[in-house]
């Protein structure tokens, strides 16, 4: 079982981790794509979207503990690169993919922009993968 202390400091580097790739990817590699969305209503402006940021950091303080437990609870005594890839992978096809499908699906979103939030979230999920097995890999034991 994972310690408390390496539990927490893991979630918190999550959350950190997790935000500022978020911020990389959609405020500012995907934000001309998002304000051209604007005029149409489909997105917020940065104005109407400020008041709702709480609700942002709540979603990564929910997402970076559940990805820290999730993997926690499923880890083995692989080498943790390839643990946190298949992770990674695993939860992009679970989250990432589905999800921008379905908003493809129900929105008039250009087909672009959901090509981009895939890849480019799913890469970011990938190094968040990778970076939660890192945090909690197991210590090597001498031969």
């Known amino acids: 079982m994972i310690e408390t ?15 500022a790739g978020s911020f990389v990817v959609h405020g500012t590699m995907l934000s001309a794509d998002y304000n051209a969305l604007v005029a ?20 990564h303080v929910l997402l970076a503990g559940s990805l820290v437990w999730i993997y926690s609870r499923g880890r083995s005594e692989a080498p943790w690169p390839g643990q946190g890839l298949r992770f990674g992978v695993a939860v992009a096809l679970l989250t990432v993919v589905p999800t921008y499908l379905i908003y493809y699906a129900v929105q008039p ?17 990938v190094l968040l993968g990778l970076l939660v097995a890192w945090m909690l890999r197991r210590p090597v034991s001498a031969p």
Do not use: C, H, N
Request: zero cysteines; proline letters at 8%.
């Open 5 to 19: 202390r390496k539990f927490l400091l893991a979630w918190v580097a999550l959350f950190v981790a997790w935000m």
């Open 40 to 59: 149409t209503k489909m997105f917020r402006s940065p104005e109407e979207a400020q008041p709702m940021f709480p609700f942002m950091l709540l979603a």
């Open 109 to 125: 979103m250009p087909a672009a922009l959901v090509v981009k939030q895939i890849v480019f979230d799913g890469v970011l999920i």
